[in-house]
């Protein structure tokens, strides 16, 4: 089987045509784009991809590279390469043999591949499953997604969650999507992950506003009011097929208010019922070695339950294991 693969590494003169190309692959999200990419291209060496068959583009690649060694883009959620709609296993094939010859080439000698999560995909798109078993890619970690489906529901049993929608009722909680993150952010969302976690987001208020100008229809902020005071809200990431939880926070009277309940109640069952997945995100600490217990079990309470979330690291000298492959 030939291989008739041309590979280059992206630069801004492709910028159109490879957000263009995002249109018509069957494993892109707004993620991909350039602007998502590169809103912060100071943190990341890019060392994006391009892979051509005939003069035609077929699949693209967001990675940067650190230390010699050849990433999954580290700023995304998830990645790997993004494919044509029309490609066949035999042409993902090819490109990931010939990805894998430019990287071993060019003295990158080791690859670490995040794999776009299956419920993202809108068709059928586990090539690299394969492909990555073939070349004795390194499970190394996964990280455990809750997802609900939304046009098979789970029906909600949780005594806590019902309790928790009457409560948000019976102190007059209103639920307002907004344009503006500041008062979640500044007074909800950074407090409590400094407090709970010693953490930051991993977004500051500037780059999720930023972001939002730049994908309106896709980066959506539902805030939970009580009076008029923020006490609780979401940020969500909207893609064809999921509506995925970003950022989940409340206030300290969180378990007296049912802001949350309220909020997911509907989010769930009215703003997103149309989707097809509800992506809750993953409960996974310490680069997938631990789950946080309580917050697994909290959105499973919500009906959500468990897809994989997958990372390899592989050698690219081993591209000559494709050799053995066909008969």
Not at 12 to 31: C, E, G, H
Not at 154 to 179: F, P, Y
Not at 286 to 315: C, D, M, P, V
Request: aromatic share 12%.
């Amino acid at each position: 089987m030939g291989n008739d693969i041309k590979i280059i590494r992206y630069k801004s003169s492709y910028y159109k045509q490879w957000n263009a190309f995002l249109k018509k692959a069957k494993n892109a999200t707004f993620l991909f784009h350039r602007d998502f990419i590169e809103y912060h291209s100071d943190r990341f060496e890019d060392h994006s991809l391009m892979l051509y068959k005939e003069a035609k583009l077929i699949a693209v690649l967001p990675a940067n590279i650190k230390s010699g060694i050849l990433y999954s883009h580290l700023g995304l959620s998830y990645g790997g390469f993004v494919l044509h709609e029309t490609v066949s296993f035999f042409d993902v094939f090819n490109v990931f043999e010939t990805t894998l010859k430019y990287l071993h080439t060019n003295s990158i000698e080791e690859f670490h591949v995040k794999l776009l999560p299956i419920i993202y995909a809108n068709l059928p798109s586990d090539e690299m499953d394969y492909l990555l078993f073939k070349t004795q890619g390194v499970l190394n970690r996964t990280d455990v997604t809750s997802v609900i489906q939304l046009d098979n529901k789970l029906e909600i049993k949780s005594s806590n969650r019902i309790r928790g929608l009457k409560k948000a009722i019976k102190h007059q909680l209103e639920i307002k999507e907004t344009d503006d993150f500041e008062a979640y952010w500044n007074n909800i969302l950074i407090p409590n992950l400094k407090q709970r976690h010693n953490a930051k987001p991993v977004h500051s208020l500037k780059e999720i506003t930023y972001l939002k100008k730049k994908f309106p229809n896709n980066i959506r902020q539902f805030n939970v009011c009580q009076n008029g005071e923020v006490v609780a809200g979401a940020t969500i990431f909207e893609t064809k097929q999921v509506a995925r939880v970003q950022y989940i926070s409340a206030n300290e009277n969180r378990q007296k208010l049912g802001g949350l309940d309220m909020l997911f109640h509907t989010l769930i069952n009215e703003v997103y019922k149309d989707k097809k997945y509800f992506d809750f995100g993953i409960s996974n600490e310490n680069q997938g070695e631990n789950i946080n217990e309580g917050l697994l079990l909290w959105k499973e309470s919500f009906g959500a339950r468990t897809i994989s979330h997958k990372f390899y690291t592989l050698q690219t000298k081993s591209y000559k294991e494709l050799n053995r492959v066909m008969l």
